[in-house]
C-alpha cells in the first residue's frame, strides 16, 4: 500500500493532555531509556518482527494491544469499556494505555523498548510526551529513538487477520474494517508526524516474514553490540 508518507501534512495541535506522571510512576534508573515505536496496520506484522528483535538485540517487547487484552482478562474496572472498545476497533483513552505501558517497563528491570501498537492517535502521542524519566537525567521526556513502520496493503494485511486463528474477538471481517478505517484516519496521522521530523524507518512489510527481517536487521544493527 503506498501511504501519503511524502505527501506535506498539516498536523494536528497536539491535545492538551493531564499529567500522567505520578511520583510512584517514574523511572528511576542509571541508564536513559531506549524506546522505538513499532507501528503499522492491522496485520502488518507488528507482532511478529517484535517477537525476533526481541531475540536478536535485547529489547522488551510492550504490544499495547496485548497489555489491553491483558487488562480485560484481570477482571479489572476497565475491562468492559476496554472489551467494547477492541470489538469496535476504537482507541482506549490515553491514560488507560499509558499507566499500562508504564507499569509494564517498570517491571520489566529492562532500558529498552519496543513500544507495539502505540501511539496509535494523536491524542495517544501528545499524552506520552508527559512521560518523564526522574534519572539519570531528571525530568526528561523520553523521545522515541525512531518509528519503526511496516508499511503492507490492505489486502495483504486482510488475508494474515483472517488467517491468524488467535481468537482474537476483533479478527473478523467486520471489526477489521473498522480497525483499517482508524489507521488510516487516526494512526497514519502520527506516522506522518515523526516522518516529519525524520524519525520514521519504512520497511516493505508485504514479504516474506524472513525478508521483512532482514530488513530490520539492517535498521537494528547498532544495537548488536549491546545485546548481553
Ligand atoms: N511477512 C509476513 N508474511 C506472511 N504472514 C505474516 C507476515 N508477518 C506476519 N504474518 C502473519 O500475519 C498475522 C499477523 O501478524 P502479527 O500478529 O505480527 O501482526 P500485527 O501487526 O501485530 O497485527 P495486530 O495489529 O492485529 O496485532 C500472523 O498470523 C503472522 O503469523
Ligand atoms: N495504543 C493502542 C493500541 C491498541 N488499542 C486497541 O487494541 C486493539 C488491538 O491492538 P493490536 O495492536 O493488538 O492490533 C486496537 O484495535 C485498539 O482497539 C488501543 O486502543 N490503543
Ligand atoms: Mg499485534
Do not use: W
Amino acid at each position: 500500500m503506498g501511504t501519503m508518507l511524502d505527501a506535506t501534512v498539516d498536523v494536528p495541535v497536539p491535545v492538551e493532555t493531564s499529567k500522567l506522571q505520578d511520583a510512584d510512576e517514574s523511572f528511576p534508573g542509571d541508564k536513559k531509556i531506549t524506546v522505538v515505536f513499532v507501528l503499522g496496520g492491522p496485520g502488518s506484522g507488528k507482532g511478529t518482527q517484535c517477537a525476533n528483535i526481541v531475540q536478536h538485540f535485547g529489547f522488551t517487547h510492550l504490544s499495547a494491544g496485548d497489555l489491553l487484552r491483558a487488562e480485560i482478562k484481570s477482571g479489572s474496572e476497565n475491562g468492559t469499556m476496554i472489551q467494547n472498545m477492541i470489538k469496535e476497533g476504537k482507541i482506549v483513552p490515553s491514560e488507560v494505555t499509558i499507566k499500562l505501558l508504564q507499569r509494564a517497563m517498570r517491571e520489566s528491570g529492562n532500558d529498552k523498548f519496543l513500544i507495539d501498537g502505540f501511539p496509535r492517535n494523536e491524542e495517544n502521542r501528545a499524552a506520552f510526551e508527559e512521560v518523564i524519566q526522574t534519572s539519570p537525567v531528571p525530568q526528561t521526556k523520553i523521545e522515541p529513538e525512531f518509528v519503526l513502520f511496516f508499511d503492507c496493503s490492505e489486502e495483504e494485511m486482510q488475508q494474515r487477520i483472517l488467517g491468524r486463528n488467535q481468537g482474537r474477538e476483533d479478527d473478523n471481517i467486520e471489526t477489521i474494517r473498522k480497525r483499517f478505517k482508524v489507521f488510516m484516519e487516526s494512526s497514519l496521522p502520527v506516522i506522518e508526524y515523526y516522518n516529519s521530523k525524520g524519525k520514521v524507518r519504512k520497511i516493505d512489510a508485504g514479504k516474506p516474514i524472513e525478508e521483512v527481517f532482514e530488513d530490520v536487521k539492517e535498521i537494528f544493527s547498532p544495537y548488536s553490540a549491546q545485546v548481553a
